[in-house]
């Protein structure tokens, strides 16, 4: 095997930081276009396409497609992730299943020969094949329907799939006499905008459309999965993965190598790796943040639960972790329940290989309870008072506890369990936060874990 | 030509020829249509008036060949033929055969013929019915002919012979009404192959190499043409215009126009000709937007193309794939396994990261548990008080002009207080005298930096000199000593004596 190259080898070391930050942009960005995410970025990722598609091409087995319009990276996907909400959301709230779909038959609808479309034209053309999804349906006297679809349209109109050349959106949907807006399809965008990595028809299950290992994968396959796993996850646990890719990972490397290509810092403990982020900027879901009732919440919630660890270590009771790939086969399954089964090209369908999946050994984490966990967010309230939260969360506890759960379970500092969430290591890395918790009075006496009875 | 007249026609004579379709608004449209087709074929064969039974004879006989020609009995048809009458489309007049015996005569019934009007009206139905669409092209052979026209104009017009004028100038105005009306055609049709594409692609990927080698050939032509024909516009136009448009009218045979009618109608024709070739104004010659429809047609044809052809490889089409996946997306039971499904149906997504490094990573080991690491350093202020610790909001500045003017003031005459002083002190010494406040302060300043001057050399005392804007001091070693007298007191210098002098500019150091 010839001596592989490093990343970012040809660039000038003064220019790094530059090159980074269009890693960075590559990654986190679905598409980038001259407005988005803001102008100038375009311009500032154009100016390392070649390295950057290198690089990606041969550390992940990315594809970048760079044209003078747009950069969109294509990836190589390993696994399904429930947790990447922000992708198809609008103004931070994730869209449901009617816009997903509204979504898919929206870019259906539009036809390569025809540049400019009116929105009443474009629901004439949408409007048959909604109706043609059981339950789904366009009813043009429907307020949800019609909200469903300004969003979805806005959200093509921000990756550049549309652009309103005359009226507006939400004149339309005010529904003022005969309110209407003119687009622009941006068909090469529409086009980039969905690559999977098989036709969709031609999968029975959705596992299809995720990238196929082989049994017998070499160093470099392995090395690249890893990679992948590395630069997309907050932190990869050993546990989680195949051996292989967990010996990949503990030899010293391939962390590195991602680090320097993203300027991000290694961290690397005992049950696993992570690249930590000093700038804060390189995710979709940033933490600690700054300053949101539920990123606050989530960082107090964790310093609660490692000043009980560090308190009443003794009394927390270990489940064994489920491993990862068990959610994920569940996962598949669930989505794989609603196939269209009918609508699969059978002769050329593509069933994935069945793998036997290594069950790594179970590990065990310490349990919170959910309703230790509901006293701890009362807590909080109790002792910064419910206003600090915002106005939004200060008479809903419970619902800023979900968001805050939630919040850390996507960074997989917990892992919700029936009847509470599991604490993952990583999240003890941010004990320091028990600095904003009040100070106790001091008893004098030392903590021993004992709680009284009925708590 | 009929098409332009049309234009003037008031609205009166629109609506009395809009009646002449009315047989396509009957509700059995068709037996009217296979009674015209009847009439119509009798008249091919010279017959121009048709009773009733001569047109169920017909009728028979079309019957033989075609299905779906109605079988009429002679009162149904004469009925029908009527109705026609009324409708104008034919002419009724009374049999004016001889009858030969009472029993006809008696019988004798009405004969029916096409009016002019009528039959074009039907001419034009039929033309719709028969129309196929897929006869259309942009001929690229007119252009040579329009050329060769035009020169043969120039040399008519150049040489007198009117006939030949007129001649040419018909056959030119029929080739490009035909040009114009076989390009309108070409491209609404091309328009409705590729909107209706998706329901045919085969029809089209059957002619796509020929549309394509046309389309280019056409505008190859095109290009190649534009620059001869408007010099040939402009060659005939050079020989005498009025001349040439004088001799056509002289020589055209309508004889239901008056000259002048017929002189306007030929300046019409030529401008229209002569708008395809040549610019006026900046305006583009019709020629040339031809040629950028059919370019931007054939941009068109070519993505549609790439559409087919993208399907054909995949075997699905990329707006089938979406709308499966509309489908399953809708159906999966929870929203997480419809954006996981969507993200990878998409295969888009985001990287996700742990915000705040260690600075010192190095100093902890690899093989520590998190459990047992130290913590990374997170700002408390930011949860403590839910907001990011910043410097701050910049404080306003505070202004106040008066007080600093103030300052400035006093500034001002202390130093001129000072300047003064020391002037004073120049000329008068700092002996046999009493001094004031402000010569003691300049004084003090002065032997503050004469002092902080002086050195000693060889452990005697040197003099030292200190100056202060225009005033030289000289500390002078001296035994008796001297003294200065103030308000505040007496100033005693011991060994020293003071020597005041203005200083000279430059020279004194």
Known sequence: MSRRRRPAQRIDPADLGAYQQAMRRVLTCDIITRDRPRPGVLANVLRWADELSEDLRELFGHTLIATTEHVRLVRAPDTLDPTQRQVFARAGRPFDRRRLAYLCLLLASFQRSQVEVSLADLIRHFTPSANAVGGLGYDPTDGTHKAALVDVC??????????????????????????????DIDHEVCEVLFRPVRPVQHVTGVTGLLVHHPDEPTREQ??????????????????????????????????????????????????????????????????????????????????????????????????????????????????????????????????????????????????????????????????????????????????????????????SLLRPVPGGVLVLPAALRYRNIQGALPQRPDTGMLPLGLEPEGT | MAERSALDLDALTISDRFQLFNFTRRDDHVTYLWILRALDRLREVHRVQAGAEDLAATLRELAAAHDGVPALDTADLRYRLDELYADRVVHRFDDASRAGNLARYRNRQSVYQFSELGYRAYRAVEGVLGARSEDVNLSRLVLSDVLEDLRALADANRTGRAEHVYRRLSRLDTVMEDMGRRSAQFHVTLGEILRSTDASPDTFLRYKNALLVHMTEFMAELDRHQPRLERAVREVEDTGLTTLLARAADTDERLFMDRDERLDDWRRRWS????????????????????????????????????LTEARRGGVNRATQLRHLAQWVFDTPDEGAAHALMGAAFNVRSARHLGVAHEDDEQISPNATWWDAPGVEVSVTLFRSGKAPTAGVPKPVRRNPNARAELRRRQAADRSADRQAAARLAEEGAHDRVLDEVDTRVLLRLITRALESRAVVAGRLSSATGTDEGTLVRLVPSDTGSTVRTTRGLLHLPGMRLELAPRARGAAR
């Open chain 1, 154 to 183: 806005s959200w093509l109109v921000d990756h550049g799939a549309l652009h309103v050349s005359d009226g507006s959106l939400e004149a339309w949907a005010g529904g003022h006499g005969q309110a209407d807006a003119l687009f």
């Open chain 1, 222 to 411: 392995t090395a690249r999965r890893a990679r992948r796993l590395l630069v997309e996850h907050p932190v990869v646990h050993y546990a989680d993965v195949t051996p292989d890719v967990a010996d990949a990972l503990r030899a010293p490397g391939v962390a590195e190598e991602v680090a320097r290509l993203t300027g991000l810092t290694v961290e690397r403990r005992a049950e696993g790796v992570l690249l930590a982020d000093p700038g804060g900027l390189f995710t979709d879901r940033p933490f600690p943040g700054r300053g949101s009732a539920v990123n606050r919440t989530a960082g107090l919630l964790l310093a609660k639960i490692a000043d009980r660890m560090e308190t009443a270590r003794a009394a927390l009771t270990h489940l064994p972790l489920p491993a990862a790939p068990d959610a994920h086969a569940e996962l598949a399954a669930r989505i794989d329940s609603a196939l269209p089964r009918e609508g699969v090209v059978g002769a050329l369908a593509w069933t994935p290989p069945a793998t036997a999946a290594a069950a790594p050994e179970p590990a065990t984490a310490p349990l919170i309870e959910q309703g230790r966990l509901e006293a701890m967010v009362e807590d909080l309230f109790a002792e910064f008072g419910a206003a600090s939260f915002t106005a939004a969360w200060q008479r809903d506890p419970r619902g800023l506890l979900d968001a805050a759960l939630e919040l850390l379970t996507d960074l």
């Open chain 2, 272 to 307: 229209a000709l002569r708008g395809w070739f040549t610019t006026e104004g900046g305006a583009p010659t019709r020629a040339a937007e031809l040629h950028a429809a059919t370019r931007s047609a054939t941009s068109g044809v070519i993505a549609l193309l790439r559409q």
